[in-house]
């Protein structure tokens, strides 16, 4: 991984979120299998039908180490683009983590991976592989539109996208954004006149 990526997992996605304006946002319901997963890395996009996850298969192929599958499958919460098999796959060939606008299925086997994986949550039935689909293009995932490298993070609050144009920009804002936050709980956390004063200071703008 390299240091801008070491960076930005460092940082929590509010903090990113703030950096990017919140333009960046994955829909909040593409969470975590678990609070603790945190992941960052670049983005191998993912294109496909509705119930077709050939083109998943192709990605875990092509995937550099450490890359982020990034799978727009429509929001569709029917069909499971992966389970533990597929997943363990990715977790083997060292791939960074699943991110899906859609669903997966076997939670408790993915969850016993221990691999970060992202989705709108979990379904029974699999997807068929007709070979419909494409890799590494442009997508829009969570109503997000990401292209291939851009940089892909989340944790226990959701996701959120940094596009390679933008990156130092916005890693810059981002650490500045923490410690700005940090130095005002230093400042204000358990002091209740701090408090006061910080409030009266928020409500008199």
């Known amino acids: 991984m390299d240091n801008l990526l070491n960076e930005f997992k460092n940082l929590p996605t509010?903090?990113?979120?703030?950096?990017?304006?919140?333009?960046?946002?994955?829909?909040?319901?593409?969470?975590?299998?678990?609070?603790?997963?945190?992941?960052?890395?670049?983005?191998?996009?993912?294109?496909?039908?509705?119930?077709?996850?050939?083109?998943?298969?192709?990605?875990?192929?092509n995937a550099q180490p450490g890359d982020i599958l990034v799978v727009d499958a429509k929001g569709d919460q029917y069909r499971a683009i992966a389970g533990d098999f597929v997943v363990g796959m990715m977790q083997t060939l060292g791939i960074g983590g699943l991110v899906v606008d859609g669903v997966i299925r076997d939670i408790v086997g993915i969850?016993?991976?221990?691999?970060?994986?992202?989705?709108r949550g979990t379904a029974v039935a699999a997807s068929g592989k007709a070979g419909v689909g494409e890799i590494n293009v442009p997508i829009s995932c969570g109503g997000v539109t990401i292209n291939p490298g851009d940089i892909v993070v989340g944790d226990a609050d959701g996701v959120v996208v940094v596009p390679q144009s933008i990156e130092q920009e916005v890693l810059t804002k981002?650490?500045?954004?923490?410690?700005?936050?940090?130095?005002?709980?230093?400042?204000?956390?358990?002091?209740?006149?701090?408090?006061?004063?910080?409030?009266?200071?928020?409500?008199?703008?």
Do not use: W
């Open 14 to 61: 509010t903090c990113i979120s703030d950096g990017t304006d919140g333009l960046n946002n994955l829909h909040p319901s593409i969470k975590p299998l678990k609070e603790e997963y945190k992941l960052a890395g670049r983005a191998f996009t993912v294109k496909i039908p509705v119930g077709d996850n050939l083109a998943v298969l192709k990605a875990i192929r």
């Open 111 to 119: 969850k016993e991976l221990n691999f970060p994986v992202f989705s």
């Open 174 to 205: 981002s650490q500045d954004k923490l410690k700005k936050d940090q130095l005002r709980e230093e400042k204000i956390s358990g002091n209740r006149e701090a408090i006061i004063k910080h409030l009266d200071e928020m409500l008199s703008k």
